[in-house]
């Protein structure tokens, strides 16, 4: 069965989005992925809260799916559902809230910094698995995270591909404030409220002015862009990329060919 997106109004002036797909420990699959681009097109909430469903927030991108979908030929650059619904969080005009009432690993981790904030259930773990899958990830998406919590946690997040607590999330800034697992739903309401009872002409044009000063910080040259696309392109040809994703399916450790 596909997820599904369950959308509702908690307060007024604030919009709930909850990942819904049980079976896959809230695996994002492109039902969705275009749920939460459709949604967030169609809605006026001044503050919307993303959380996940039981004890996942989000555990990253379909690996069924990534498998089935022709990932070898690269075709996710810029096109790929997971990359439209970072973009339109990041795009939606007032503040998106991340409230993490479980794992964040991966695309949902990226997910959830695309969110403006991010309130996390003491106790859960996030966790960033290319290196451990043989997946180059975009530089793009790298950029959000050296944006927040700078390149030395990056690269630790990254390069080792260990998953930290929300206690050590919290110290390095990857989450804004932390709240105890039974909390966790009315303090992210309650930081929603604050928020959407702001100036509204404030909420969209601040959030604008910090993302257009992020966005120029994290510019580059296009022919680098070029080449950091063309290494990730073939990482997603290589016979690694199916090694580790296989290895991931059956809990074994890959073999590495390094081609």
Same mark, same amino acid.
């Given at each position: 069965?596909?997820? +599904?997106?369950? $959308? ?7 919009? &709930? ?10 695996? /994002?699959?492109?039902? *969705?992925?275009?749920? %939460?681009?459709?949604? /967030? ?7 919307? @809260? ?10 990253? =991108? ?8 022709? =990932? ?32 964040? %690993? ?10 403006? *904030? ?42 080792? #591909? &260990?998953? $930290? ?6 110290? !390095?800034?990857?989450v804004n404030e932390l709240a105890a697992p039974e909390q966790l ?5 309650? *930081? ?20 257009? @000063? ?40 890959? +073999? !590495?060919? #390094?081609?």
């Amino acid at each position: 069965m596909p997820g +599904q997106l369950l $959308v509702e109004e908690p307060l007024p002036r604030v919009a &709930r989005l909850t990942i819904s797909n049980p079976d896959k420990r809230g695996a /994002l699959d492109r039902p *969705l992925l275009e749920g %939460i681009v459709e949604t /967030l097109a169609r809605i006026d909430a001044r503050c919307v @809260v993303l959380t996940g469903e039981g004890r996942a927030f989000c555990a990253g =991108y379909d690996l069924g799916a990534l498998m089935s979908e022709g =990932y070898d030929d690269g075709d996710d650059l810029g096109g790929h559902p997971l990359q439209a619904a970072l973009d339109a969080v990041e795009a939606y005009p007032y503040p998106v809230l991340a409230a993490l009432n479980g794992y964040a %690993i991966g695309g949902g981790l990226e997910l959830a910094i695309a969110c403006d *904030l991010r309130i996390a259930a003491d106790g859960i773990q996030l966790g960033m698995p290319p290196a451990k899958l043989g997946v180059v990830y975009n530089h793009g998406g790298i950029n959000r995270f050296v944006t927040a919590i700078g390149a030395a946690r990056t690269r630790e997040l990254f390069l080792t #591909g &260990r998953r $930290v607590d929300a206690a050590t999330a919290e110290r !390095w800034g990857l989450v804004n404030e932390l709240a105890a697992p039974e909390q966790l739903e009315d303090a992210a309401l309650a *930081l929603a409220a604050e928020i959407a009872a702001n100036a509204p002409l404030s909420l969209r044009g601040n959030k604008a002015a910090i993302r257009a @000063v992020v966005a120029a910080a994290g510019a580059l040259e296009p022919a680098i862009a070029a080449a950091l696309d063309a290494d990730r392109r073939a990482a997603f040809a290589s016979e690694d990329l199916r090694e580790g994703l296989r290895a991931f399916g059956e809990k074994r450790p890959p +073999q !590495w060919r #390094g081609r």
